[in-house]
């Protein structure tokens, strides 16, 4: 069976905590990456997690992570000829601002330019947006891209698993992504009866 592909995205929005844990799933699952952090992404990655951008960067690239800086709209996954082959993008967190140039076109990152190639070439869109509370524009964002077959929503866990740690949290909400890109996985309590 062929290797999963998937590219992340990590911007401004405060919530690194999703990225990283998102990041350590998916390479238990030894699932293919290619990352791009916005500049605000990895500020506020440093910042929350209190470890080096750089350090944490470095130490992925040595297992075969591959990044891409938010400028370079010369890189191949700008290209829809590339992107396609992948098997999803990857929003997360996603600021207001991101959610915004993504429902309306405009692109002046390559977080952007991935997210407009995913939407035209039907490769899986997912956008786990961190705000509160959101305004009309955002959830009218959101609409307009639910409409167009991105899932764009809220990060928001659920709690019917019990959760015992912040980590709960955080693994909650990465399972549900890896529901939405048909990945298989037992990281989170699924609903149950009891």
């Not at 844990?21 to 992404?41: K, M, P, Q, R, Y």
């Not at 992107?83 to 997360?92: A, E, N, Q, R, W």
């Not at 964002?141 to 639910?146: P, R, T």
Request: aromatic share 10%.
């Amino acid at each position: 069976m062929q290797k999963k592909r998937l590219v992340l995205c990590v911007t401004g929005a405060s919530g690194a905590y999703y990225a990283k844990t998102f990041l350590e799933v998916a390479l238990e699952l030894d699932i293919s990456l290619d990352c791009i952090f916005s500049e605000n992404g990895k500020r506020v990655f440093a910042f929350e997690t209190d470890q080096s951008f750089i350090e944490f960067k470095r130490s992925l690239e040595k297992i075969g992570v591959n990044f891409h800086e938010p400028s370079d709209l010369f890189s191949p996954l700008a290209s829809g000829s590339v992107l396609s082959s992948y098997d999803g993008v990857v929003v997360l967190p996603c600021s207001v601002g991101t959610l915004g140039a993504v429902a309306n076109g405009v692109v002046s990152n390559l977080i952007h330019r991935v997210c407009d190639v995913a939407i035209k070439e039907g490769v899986p869109l997912i956008l786990g947006v961190r705000e509160m509370p959101q305004n009309p524009i955002h959830l009218e964002n959101m609409l307009k891209l639910q409409k167009m077959g991105v899932k764009a929503f809220v990060l928001s866990p659920g709690f019917y698993g019990k959760p015992k740690t912040l980590e709960d949290l955080y693994l909650f909400t990465v399972g549900k992504i890896l529901d939405l890109l048909k990945i298989k996985h037992e990281i989170y309590k699924r609903w149950k009866k009891t």
